[in-house]
């Protein structure tokens, strides 16, 4: 449970729940590579990483 919640509290997905209504009304996803994302966060993707496999 931990790790998801480290997940959920990461600033990528606050974002993308502070883009909603533009997701729902255009029907496009709020960040377009979550994995070119991660790339560039080496210390999310772990959290990541830790959520997928735990």
Known sequence: MRAYVRLVGLPVFWKSWGKLEEVVRS????VSDIFAYFEEHPLETEIFDARATG
Do not use: I, L
């Open 27 to 30: 029907g496009k996803p709020a």
